[in-house]
Each structure stands twice: as C-alpha cells, then as structure tokens.
C-alpha cells in the first residue's frame, strides 16, 4: 500500500471575525488576524491518497488528482478573499482549520467521480499557513 501526497500552493487572504462575538471578543480570540483590512498567505496545500500500485506501477494518476485539487480548491481559492469570495456551506470563520475542513470536504465529495472504484482513497489535507502554522485533518474524521 501507497500513500502518495502532492503538494500544491495559493495565495488568499481573510479576515478572522465572527459575528458571534463582539469587537473585543474577537481580539482576544484572533488578535491580529482581526484586522478590518484582513491579510494574506502563500498557502501550501498537501494532498494525501493511498493505495496499492496498479498494474501501471502508480498508486495514483497524478494527472487526474491535479485536475480535481484545481478544480476543488485552486480555481475558487487562489487570489481570492476568503471572506467575501468563497462559497462556504454556512456562516465560518475562515481560519485554517475550517480552510483544511471545507478542502478536504470538496475532494472527498467529488474524489469518486474523478476515481472511480475501491482506490486510490483520499487520506488527508494538510495545509501550511506559514512555516509555524500547519493544520491537517483526516478524511475519515470529516463527513
């Protein structure tokens, strides 16, 4: 068995703020990243799928996995507010964790549709903010 993770990157920006709280509220929660102007980050997105190799000898047409990430997350994400831009299924903050959920969310939504059959099997989504900051969340732990 194979675990193969493709790494892709893009730029977004968002303002971390929920309605939930008040003004203050929100500063001690998100400090900085509550700044009414919001702010930026060259994401890095870790793809991972797992499976044995076919008798092609790859565990995961890589070519296939492309097109559904830029579909998925590129094309709707890259330089774009987070906030103001993307389609979210409810009212999130957008912060990492909830990047990494909704992420993950789409590929698995669409992953049989691109693969079809018992494998490859999306394993996890691991997305680096910045250098210190890294979130990853399992498949299996996400509806």
């Not at 700044?35 to 991972?48: D, F, I, R, T």
Request: aromatic content about 8%; overall charge positive; glycine content about 4%.
């Amino acid at each position: 068995m194979f675990r193969v993770t493709r790494r892709y990157a893009f730029a977004a920006s968002h303002r971390l703020h929920s309605d939930r709280l008040t003004e203050e509220e929100n500063w001690r929660v998100y400090g900085k990243c509550n700044n009414p102007y919001g702010h930026g980050h060259n994401y890095v997105l870790h793809v991972s799928a797992r499976g044995p190799a076919a008798r092609s000898g790859s565990a995961l047409p890589i070519g296939m996995l492309d097109e559904l990430v830029a579909q998925q997350v590129l094309r709707p994400m890259d330089h774009r507010n987070l906030n103001i831009d993307v389609d979210w299924p409810e009212k999130m903050v957008p912060t990492s964790e909830n990047l990494a959920i909704e992420i993950c969310r789409r590929l698995k939504r669409n992953w049989s549709s691109v693969f079809r059959g018992d494998w490859p099997k999306l394993e996890k989504v691991r997305i680096e903010e910045t250098p210190r900051n890294i979130f990853e969340i399992r498949a299996d732990e996400i509806e």
